[in-house]
């Protein structure tokens, strides 16, 4: 009989990606299809739902060849968080556009929410910040349904987009777990959509998914040529807590940073209340949900596409051009800061500009900017977990070895680079493969995990002087002038 597979699908904000792993958990096939967004007002950041979903249905058509459909034990999805879509329930149209977690159109929400941030953040375990799903909810349901009339009938339904792809498979209205933590709806404690934060956000309970564990149920595979239908999915994650665990993340002392877009940095545990850090669920096997604390950045990828956008020049020429970036520092606060500042006011500056100023240079100030803005995460997530000595590093950004060396030069940290860049596939594919009794949990811990070391090679003084000049930089995008982590 043929050996068994694992299809695992992440569905992320440029592309969807899809893997097809083995008994062993090697990778067999990939295929990466390429989504759009679109940015119809300043700070706007949307997609299409019928988009993302063909997306998909065309990932899995170029992954899976119809001789190895049969041999797909089960499915695993990932998907990019806090993104937020409202559809009909009856015909499962999308109403309005998605709105991606980089769009910033609430962000006066938060100004006239702030006195109860506290409240917001000891519930949910974030702090208010029109990053999560919460602002946007309130925003497409006043947009669609502002008596709230439709949602409380049950005629819409409003989820993230875990929670849209599962609706394309039918049957239930579901979230997973971890992704609903990221909605600052749920209250982290319990699991549990909270009552005070859908009051406060104007959110009624019947329009919201019924949250269940990482590891479903599920509904079964519907319309994914050419899957048959009636393939079980075994798993479901958001992209950075699947990274996670690719690394094997339960295991004490791993700090992961996942290079896209924007970035993660993530450790399982650590306090409910960690400065500049969020607490949510990462996930939950059914035995219970494992919690993480979590810096999240706004703007690490996006900063070097934006750059390409601007020369029209692709990427990866762009990054292989970068020189010495000298006095010139970028901090790429689209839509202001995320962790550890949290601050939606803070605005993009590129700072020491001369004549003799080239292109390489702001490619080079770009990188510095990821590494500046990744290390000042791992420093909170220093004194929330205890000390990072060994950073896991995992992306489409990591190809970049500049990137890696400089990120271990200003961290002062070694950097492990993982082989597998597609950390966010492999691991909804491992706990997929745990669901359908392919592996175990002590197997995948003793699984290698090929990665190439980078060891700080900056002394402390210079590594100092740098970091300063990166926090006078970030000052000066900050309305309030700070420009130090307390």
């Not at 009624?204 to 564990?213: D, N, S, Y």
């Not at 004549?355 to 995460?377: G, H, K, M």
Request: glycine share 10%; charged share 20%.
């Amino acid at each position: 009989m043929a050996s068994p597979l694992i299809l695992a699908i992440d569905q992320g904000t440029s592309s969807t990606k899809a893997l097809l792993v083995d008994e062993g958990g090697r990778v067999v096939s990939r295929a990466v299809v390429p989504v759009a967004e679109s940015q119809p007002h300043p700070g706007w950041v949307e997609q299409s739902a019928g988009e993302l979903w063909q997306s998909v249905r065309r990932a899995v058509a170029e992954c899976v060849a119809p001789e190895q459909a049969a041999r797909v034990a089960g499915v695993g999805f990932s998907n990019q968080r806090e993104s937020l879509v409202l559809w009909e329930r009856r015909t499962g149209e999308p109403v309005g556009p998605l709105l991606s977690w980089q769009d910033q159109r609430t962000a006066d929400r938060c100004h006239e929410l702030a006195g109860s941030a506290e409240l917001v953040r000891s519930v949910s375990g974030m702090p208010l910040d029109p990053m999560f799903s919460a602002l946007k909810a309130r925003w497409l349901l006043d947009a669609h349904d502002p008596d709230r009339g439709r949602s409380r009938a049950g005629e819409l339904c409003l989820g993230t987009v875990d929670s849209w792809l599962l609706s394309r498979l039918g049957g239930e209205h579901l979230i997973e777990v971890g992704n609903a933590s990221r909605t600052q709806l749920l209250d982290v404690g319990t699991g549990d959509w909270d009552p005070r934060l859908l009051e406060l956000f104007g959110v009624p309970a019947e329009v919201l998914p019924r949250v269940v564990a990482s590891c479903g149920p599920f509904p079964t595979v519907r319309d994914l040529a050419p899957l048959p239908d009636g393939v079980p999915v075994l798993a479901v994650m958001g992209d950075s807590h699947a990274a996670m665990f690719a690394h094997a993340g339960w295991r004490p002392g791993v700090v992961k940073a996942t290079y896209g877009t924007g970035s993660s940095v993530m450790a399982i545990g650590g306090p409910p209340d960690a400065p500049g850090l969020c607490r949510s669920i990462a996930w939950d096997l059914g035995d219970g949900p494992v919690h993480a604390v979590e810096g999240n950045i706004r703007s690490t990828g996006r900063a070097v596409s934006w750059l390409a956008e601007l020369f029209d020049v692709p990427a990866d020429v762009l990054l292989a051009e970068a020189a010495d970036p000298g006095n010139v520092h970028f901090v790429p606060a689209f839509g202001g800061l995320g962790a550890p500042w949290w601050d939606p006011d803070a605005s993009p500056v590129i700072i020491g500009l001369t004549l003799a100023t080239r292109r390489a240079q702001l490619v080079a100030a770009a990188l510095e900017a990821v590494a500046f803005q990744v290390e000042d995460v791992v420093a909170a997530a220093d004194q929330a977990v205890g000390q990072v000595s060994v950073l896991m590093a995992d992306g489409g950004l990591t190809r970049s070895t500049r990137l890696m060396q400089l990120q271990a030069d200003v961290s002062g940290r070694a950097v492990a680079r993982s082989g597998e860049h597609d950390l966010s596939c492999l691991g909804v594919a491992d706990a997929a493969g745990l669901a359908a009794k392919l592996w175990t949990l002590g197997e995948l811990e003793r699984r290698p995990r090929p990665a190439d070391r980078f060891e700080p090679a900056l002394d402390e003084t210079d590594r100092a002087a740098r970091r300063a000049a990166w926090h006078e930089a970030v000052r000066r995008s900050r309305p309030s002038g700070e420009g130090s982590i307390t």
